[in-house]
């Protein structure tokens, strides 16, 4: 099984910082590697997909790059909207998928 | 637009068996490159991913789960059905259907609200 280890678990930061969030595959997954949000009470939202694919309507200060097994999500510019909880997910095996157990971005 | 709701129980026995739909719309799951996934996350908790189907019938299966999960797809009616048996208190969480991209980097890419199932006595 493919695990997938997402650091820090927590993060805090401010209005207009700039964030990096990382995610690390137990074996190569090559660019099979998404990105979601996730606010309180709410679905999850895709932003990333292919490890630097942004989905459309995402804004642009979401980038995702990586390959093999590190990848990392950076927001270029953090907006009040952007604090929530971030997944990754392997869909290297399209027989199996993984998510990471996420990371918490809260406001400082 | 895509859409795609859970329907089914929110309350279930432990030892009963869940059975839960998704009916969604704006796709169909006989065009190539689409599948439907299930994803469940209890409370506090992260997702995890337990199952998908795909256009061609093919299935992906969670395997701490593989034994007590069944996944099916009417393509007629739009609905994918997810049968999870003897459930238990641990099995309490919102359990959300996605469509799944396949095309591209299989993603899920559209996402129902979800519904929150408790497990309990």
């Known amino acids: 099984d493919i695990q997938m280890t997402q650091s820090p678990s927590s993060l805090s930061a401010s209005v207009g910082d700039r964030v990096t969030i990382t995610c690390r595959a137990s074996?190569?997954?090559?660019?099979?590697l998404n990105w979601y949000q996730q606010k309180p009470g709410k679905a999850p939202n895709l932003l990333i997909y292919?490890?630097?694919n942004l989905q459309s309507g995402v804004p642009s200060r979401f980038s995702g790059s990586g390959s093999g097994t590190d990848f990392s999500l950076t927001i270029g510019s953090l907006q009040p909207e952007d604090f929530a909880t971030y997944y990754c997910?392997?869909?290297?095996?399209?027989?199996?998928?993984?998510f990471g157990q996420g990371t918490k971005l809260e406001i400082k | 637009q895509i859409t795609l709701q859970e329907s089914g129980p929110t309350l279930v026995k432990p030892t009963q068996t869940l059975t839960l739909t998704c009916t969604f719309s704006?796709?169909?799951?006989?065009?190539?490159?689409?599948?439907v996934g299930w994803i469940r996350q209890s409370p506090g908790k992260a997702l995890e991913w337990l199952t998908h189907?795909?256009?061609?019938?093919?299935?992906g299966y969670s395997p701490s789960l593989m034994s007590r999960l069944t996944i099916t797809k009417d393509t007629s009616k739009n609905q994918v059905v997810l049968i999870m048996t003897n459930m238990d208190p641990v099995d309490t969480a919102t359990y959300y259907c996605?469509?799944?991209?396949?095309?591209?980097?299989?993603?899920?890419?559209?996402w129902g609200r979800g519904t929150l199932v408790t497990v309990s006595s």
């Open positions: 997910q392997q869909s290297y095996s399209n027989v199996m998928y993984t």
């Open positions: 292919g490890a630097t």
């Open positions: 704006g796709f169909s799951l006989s065009s190539s490159g689409v599948g």
């Open positions: 074996q190569s997954i090559s660019s099979y």
């Open positions: 996605a469509h799944l991209r396949a095309s591209r980097s299989y993603e899920f890419d559209y």
């Open positions: 189907i795909y256009w061609n019938d093919n299935k």
